[in-house]
């Protein structure tokens, strides 16, 4: 049994929109690629034709999490999170203690996060550690680079 995911409405809409993308194009060009391939000849020596049996099970596993993520989604409405303690969807800014630098994280689901756009997953080992502090709270949390102490600042939407 797949778990929930929670998402916003945006992304639940580019998730829904990347899948039908992959089911009405990319799939008609596998197996297209594949055909060719197929006419090719000896399929056993026939490098073409496993590339593109290979691309085929890679797209039919990313339709597939596609679409039970979907299944599984819950939107969340940001009107309603409390802003007193962090949550997911909570946007965390933060004080790294040891290097006195600060960083605004927003906690996501595994399937939002992008740290480009410093959205970090509730799972990942910082996501977690923030997850239920309070303002002005104190957390040290341990990475895969060692234990880093972080000090809440703000809490937002």
Request: avoid cysteine; charged fraction near 30%.
């Amino acid at each position: 049994m797949s778990e929930v995911i929670y998402v916003t409405e945006e992304s639940l809409t580019k998730m829904k929109e990347e899948l039908a993308r992959l089911i009405s194009v990319e799939r008609p060009n596998a197996s297209k690629a594949i055909a060719e391939a197929r006419e090719k000849g000896d399929l056993s020596e026939n490098a073409e034709y496993d590339a593109a049996k290979e691309a085929q099970g890679l797209l039919e596993l990313r339709i597939s999490q596609l679409q039970s993520d979907i299944n599984n989604a819950r939107i969340l409405d940001t009107s309603k999170i409390d802003t007193s303690k962090v949550v997911i969807l909570s946007k965390v800014k933060v004080r790294n203690t040891k290097i006195k630098k600060e960083f605004t994280y927003q906690l996501v689901s595994e399937a939002e996060a992008d740290l480009k756009q410093m959205k970090i997953s509730v799972k990942s080992p910082i996501g977690a550690g923030l997850l239920g502090k309070s303002k002005g709270e104190k957390v040290s949390i341990q990475a895969p680079a060692g234990a880093i102490e972080f000090e809440v600042l703000d809490i937002s939407i």
